[in-house]
């Protein structure tokens, strides 16, 4: 927190926390998250602290029961970006990615407190050969372990961003693949790949409903002058 403080030097800040429960994700896909490990106790112990230490700092802190942190933080930034130049999204989870825009900026942590990335969108590029509009994109080809989001299966990373790099867009992709699902041989994909994404459609278009971030969660009351920052 401290460090954000000092690099990052922002007229306003807030923090958000993922509410105990389940999600409206969980009622699209009983099994959303279901693999996660638990951490050990004394990590669930130190959760209040971390609670209090953003209270002393009289930090304001936004969460909603039913969504995610990720919904607060990509609603909150939605919200203000057009009210400021420039806004950061500090966090370790990649799928704020989809986030990024020419305001919009995602620091994360690569390595230890001291290798630190700042995504804009020619390093999301970079990362991943394309932008961030074709984040969810990607993650619904492809799935996400870390969030049991299936994806569509048999298909990895190097196909999705094959499929992204020539098609584009979920919709594109399969607006492709209904031209060629009847041929008797695709000009477009190999057999597998056209038998895989037939077979993982219904599974491609839940996932990226899961992969995406809800921009409009209802009742923050969330006001940007309440975030204004005062020395500490």
């Known amino acids: 927190l401290l460090k ?17 429960g389940g999600t409206f994700r969980h009622e699209k896909f009983e099994k959303y998250k279901a693999t996660r490990v638990k951490a050990d106790q004394e990590l669930y112990d130190q959760i209040p602290l971390v609670h209090e230490v953003v209270k002393a700092f009289d930090i ?20 203000i970006s057009h009210e400021t130049d420039e806004v950061y999204v500090v966090t370790g989870d990649m799928d704020t990615l989809q986030l990024v825009d020419e305001k919009i900026k995602v620091y994360t942590l690569r390595k230890g407190i001291s290798d630190i990335v700042v995504y804009n969108p020619n390093e999301v590029e970079k990362r991943f050969g394309f ?25 990895g990373e190097k196909t999705a961003t094959e499929l992204i790099l020539k098609f584009g867009n979920l919709k594109e992709i399969y607006k492709a693949v209904n031209k060629e699902k009847d041929k008797k041989e695709s000009e477009l994909f190999s057999p597998s790949v056209l038998h895989k994404l037939i077979d993982g459609e219904k599974s491609a278009q839940m996932s990226y409903e899961l992969a995406t971030i809800d921009c409009a969660v209802p009742d923050l009351n969330f006001k940007l002058s309440d975030c204004a920052m005062s020395e500490f």
Request: aromatic share 8%; net charge negative.
């Open 131 to 155: 932008g961030p509009d074709l984040v969810v994109d990607y993650k619904a080809l492809r799935g996400d372990t870390s969030d049991n989001i299936p994806g569509v299966p048999g298909i």
């Open 4 to 20: 954000v403080w000092k690099d990052l030097k922002p007229t306003h800040l807030c923090v958000s926390f993922d509410v105990a």
């Open 60 to 79: 304001p802190i936004y969460e909603k029961k039913g969504y995610e942190a990720d919904d607060v933080i990509g609603t909150v930034v939605k919200t």
